[in-house]
T-cell receptor
Framework: SQQGEEDPQALSIQEGENATMNCSYK?????LQWYRQNSGRGLVHLIL?????REKHSGRLRVTLDTSKKSSSLLITASRAADTASYFC?????????????FGEGTQLTVNP | NAGVTQTPKFQVLKTGQSMTLQCAQD?????MSWYRQDPGMGLRLIHY???????DQGEVPNGYNVSRSTTEDFPLRLLSAAPSQTSVYFC??????????????FGPGTRLTVL
């Protein structure tokens, strides 16, 4: 099965609530990255967490990484309608100079006003 | 900086036709890559390059060729288009050699339909 599998596939919440998305992977990684994609647009980088890091924050985003369980989570706090998008995790393998990414299939987040 | 640019934005081909999707970046990134995204799915790596003159295959390379003659440009060629290649194609670039890796910058995509 695919490296970087997200869970859930779809998530619908109310504005102001927190959203949590999970990602699991199978092989060793250099880092794990989260990206956002608005409908019909390109991907925008959100956050990168290195294999020796356990937690990282950026604004309303919090990412955790558990290399022993080969899993990561993305928490968006106090969600807004503008957070509605697809969210993808991507794992970077040692190939390609450590830049080769493998993407999961994404979580579709809907934030209702 | 323009970032990563892709042309064309939209393209319709007939089965068997060939074409080249253009990708350019002005950030002096060593690493460039091509992905395809099918409806409701994540991105799958087609080909990538770690520098001028160096390319390698990704997960789904069949039916596509790439070359990297300059740092800035990384064109993707469809040799003989098939309906299965109908997809949205994204080009991305990043720095190499940073400890722990670096983020990738994506272009806006090319939406390709093969009839």
């Amino acid at each position: 099965s695919q490296q970087g599998e997200e869970d859930p596939q779809a998530l619908s919440i109310q504005e102001g609530e927190n959203a949590t998305m999970n990602c699991s992977y199978k092989t060793s990684i250099n880092n794990l990255q989260w990206y956002r994609q608005n409908s019909g647009r390109g991907l925008v980088h959100l956050i990168l967490i290195r294999s020796n890091e356990r937690e990282k924050h950026s604004g309303r985003l919090r990412v955790t990484l558990d290399t022993s369980k080969k899993s990561s989570s993305l928490l968006i706090t106090a969600s807004r309608a503008a957070d509605t998008a697809s969210y993808f995790c991507a794992t970077a393998s040692p190939q390609g100079g450590g830049s080769r990414l493998t993407f999961g299939e994404g979580t579709q987040l809907t934030v209702n006003p | 900086n323009a970032g990563v640019t892709q042309t064309p934005k939209f393209q319709v081909l007939k089965t068997g036709q060939s074409m080249t999707l253009q990708c350019a970046q002005d950030m002096n990134h060593e690493y460039m890559s091509w992905y395809r995204q099918d409806p409701g799915m994540g991105l799958r790596l087609i080909h990538y390059s770690v520098g001028a003159g160096i390319t390698d295959q990704g997960e789904v390379p069949n039916g596509y060729n790439v070359s990297r003659s300059t740092t800035e440009d990384f064109p993707l060629r469809l040799l003989s288009a098939a309906p299965s290649q109908t997809s949205v194609y994204f080009c991305a670039s990043s720095y190499l050699g940073l400890a722990g890796g670096s983020e990738q910058f994506f272009g806006p995509g090319t939406r390709l339909t093969v009839l």
